[in-house]
């Protein structure tokens, strides 16, 4: 403790005294936050105690000493918080690894209170860029009180926590977005404002999908570290498996480690990454390949085969789509086909991720079935409209001969019913 907290602790009161308490030396934890609370303890020492209250350290029944150390059995403050005791009022940067480590790097004792939590995040923060960093001595480098808070840590479960998953991007962003702070490291400070352009935020945020990447989820949470070009599809893959999968396979995967380009990042961006879709596909605007393809090359041809036939069986699949609905509401019976269709659009999703190869063969051994089967679909959605029409057809003719029936049966009692008024007629006549 420096001097001024020193001189604070003295002119603070007994918090034994002032409360009207006496407790015996068997307390383990004269520093009750309760006792504390009634205490009636005011400025800025307050502030750490209100913090605690709701820290799952608290909730754990754990108290200050069991951080800050000292002896909590003595009434004397000064003897009680003596650096001879282990006392540390206020651990240094460097010290707080091992601050918090000597518990959460304690296997036996974390199992007693959480036995799913890893006990290898301070092993593991010394292999980070923060961890690296703080060993070769800066100071200013995030540690764990940086992130997780130090007497108001939350569960990371419970949405109030800066690290909770709604909350991580924009506790990184305390750092990594103040321009100032960050101006001796030479990165980028915009990485928060593009993530929140993102279709991962949109999904978080938005949609609150927990499960959506935020930073820890591609660089790690206590051994962050930005990954290398050569292992961005890696990253990726924790999601996208698929398509990593055939990254690593392509033609590209060669060419962009040589040329250092980060893999995803190339076409895809990093932190700003939008919506995929057809139209980063191809030769037109708004494509991505035309940015390193020109017309003439391999590559070109290549990504303009591989659109047109996206495109084919996309407008395929509307066509037959479109039929279909419209027999449908004819009244029809297309749920068949229209099950069928599916199938289609399946091979549609599966010929996008496809185009991860590079290999207009390998897109058209989808795209080729997907439009058979969307062709089927079509061809049912015709069948059935010229059903409809010959129905429409037969009742019509159905509808005239009944009609005409109808009309026959009408004149015929009109017959009957004008000869039996002349029947009657001549009778009376005659009488």
Same mark, same amino acid.
């Given at each position: 403790?420096?001097?001024?907290?020193?001189?604070?602790?003295?002119?603070?009161?007994?918090?034994?005294?002032?409360?009207?308490?006496?407790?015996?030396?068997?307390?383990?934890?004269?520093?009750?936050?309760a006792l504390i609370s009634m205490a009636g303890l005011e400025g800025r020492l307050s502030a750490p105690v209100s913090q605690m209250n709701d820290s799952i350290h608290h909730?754990?029944?754990?108290?200050?000493?069991?951080?800050?150390?000292?002896?909590?059995?003595?009434?004397?403050?000064?003897?009680?918080?003596?650096?001879?005791?282990?006392?540390?009022?206020?651990?240094?940067?460097?010290? #707080?690894?091992?601050?918090?480590?000597?518990?959460?790097?304690?296997?036996?004792?974390?199992?007693?209170?959480?036995?799913?939590?890893?006990?290898?995040?301070?092993?593991?923060?010394?292999?980070?860029?923060?961890?690296?960093?703080?060993?070769?001595? !800066?100071?200013?480098?995030?540690?764990?009180?940086?992130?997780?808070?130090?007497?108001?840590?939350?569960? #990371?479960?419970?949405?109030?926590?800066?690290?909770?998953?709604?909350?991580?991007?924009?506790?990184?962003?305390?750092?990594?977005?103040?321009?100032? =702070?960050?101006?001796?490291?030479?990165?980028?400070?915009?990485? =928060?404002?593009?993530?929140?352009?993102?279709?991962?935020?949109?999904?978080?945020?938005?949609?609150? !999908?927990?499960?959506?990447?935020?930073?820890?989820?591609?660089?790690?949470?206590?051994?962050?570290?930005?990954?290398?070009?050569?292992?961005?599809?890696?990253?990726?893959?924790?999601?996208?498996?698929?398509?990593?999968?055939?990254?690593?396979?392509?033609?590209?995967?060669? #060419? $962009?480690?040589?040329?250092?380009?980060?893999?995803?990042?190339?076409?895809?961006?990093?932190?700003?990454?939008?919506?995929?879709?057809?139209?980063?596909?191809? #030769?037109?605007?708004?494509?991505?390949?035309?940015?390193?393809?020109?017309?003439?090359?391999?590559?070109?041809?290549?990504?303009?085969?591989?659109?047109?036939?996206? !495109?084919?069986?996309?407008?395929?699949?509307?066509?037959?789509?479109?039929?279909?609905?419209?027999?449908?509401?004819?009244?029809?019976?297309?749920?068949?086909?229209? $099950?069928?269709?599916?199938?289609?659009?399946?091979?549609?999703?599966?010929?996008?991720?496809?185009?991860?190869?590079?290999?207009?063969?390998?897109?058209?051994?989808?795209?080729?079935?997907?439009?058979?089967?969307?062709?089927?679909? =079509?061809?049912?959605?015709?069948?059935?409209?010229?059903?409809?029409s010959y129905r429409r057809k037969g009742l019509a003719v159905s509808l005239f001969f009944i009609l005409f029936l109808a009309a026959l049966i009408y004149l015929k009692v009109?017959?009957?019913?004008?000869?039996?008024?002349?029947?009657?007629?001549?009778?009376?006549?005659?009488?």
């Amino acid at each position: 403790m420096n001097q001024q907290e020193n001189e604070s602790y003295k002119r603070q009161p007994s918090l034994i005294s002032k409360a009207g308490l006496l407790l015996p030396r068997a307390v383990k934890r004269c520093c009750s936050l309760a006792l504390i609370s009634m205490a009636g303890l005011e400025g800025r020492l307050s502030a750490p105690v209100s913090q605690m209250n709701d820290s799952i350290h608290h909730q754990r029944g754990l108290s200050c000493n069991d951080c800050h150390g000292g002896d909590p059995t003595l009434e004397d403050e000064r003897a009680s918080m003596d650096p001879r005791k282990g006392y540390i009022a206020r651990p240094q940067p460097a010290q #707080v690894p091992a601050f918090c480590g000597k518990c959460h790097s304690d296997a036996y004792l974390m199992k007693k209170f959480n036995p799913a939590l890893r006990v290898d995040q301070e092993q593991e923060y010394f292999t980070s860029m923060h961890g690296r960093l703080l060993q070769s001595g !800066d100071q200013r480098v995030a540690t764990c009180i940086s992130c997780h808070g130090s007497h108001n840590i939350r569960s #990371v479960s419970d949405a109030l926590s800066s690290v909770y998953a709604t909350n991580v991007a924009e506790t990184c962003a305390k750092c990594h977005a103040n321009a100032d =702070y960050m101006r001796g490291y030479q990165i980028p400070t915009d990485q =928060y404002a593009n993530y929140k352009t993102s279709v991962h935020a949109r999904a978080l945020y938005e949609r609150q !999908d927990v499960s959506a990447p935020t930073c820890n989820d591609c660089h790690g949470n206590h051994g962050a570290t930005p990954p290398g070009v050569a292992s961005v599809a890696n990253v990726c893959g924790q999601c996208h498996a698929r398509q990593s999968e055939l990254f690593q396979s392509s033609p590209h995967k060669a #060419v $962009f480690d040589e040329r250092q380009i980060g893999e995803c990042i190339g076409c895809h961006s990093n932190h700003g990454i939008k919506q995929p879709g057809d139209q980063m596909l191809g #030769v037109g605007s708004g494509a991505v390949c035309i940015n390193c393809h020109k017309q003439g090359d391999t590559g070109y041809a290549v990504a303009a085969a591989m659109r047109s036939k996206i !495109d084919d069986l996309s407008a395929s699949i509307d066509r037959s789509n479109g039929i279909l609905n419209r027999a449908e509401r004819a009244g029809m019976e297309v749920s068949r086909p229209k $099950f069928d269709m599916r199938e289609a659009i399946d091979e549609l999703t599966h010929a996008r991720v496809l185009i991860h190869t590079s290999s207009t063969a390998e897109v058209e051994k989808v795209t080729g079935p997907g439009l058979d089967i969307a062709k089927k679909g =079509y061809q049912a959605g015709v069948a059935a409209l010229v059903e409809r029409s010959y129905r429409r057809k037969g009742l019509a003719v159905s509808l005239f001969f009944i009609l005409f029936l109808a009309a026959l049966i009408y004149l015929k009692v009109r017959e009957i019913e004008s000869r039996e008024a002349g029947g009657g007629l001549s009778s009376n006549e005659a009488a």
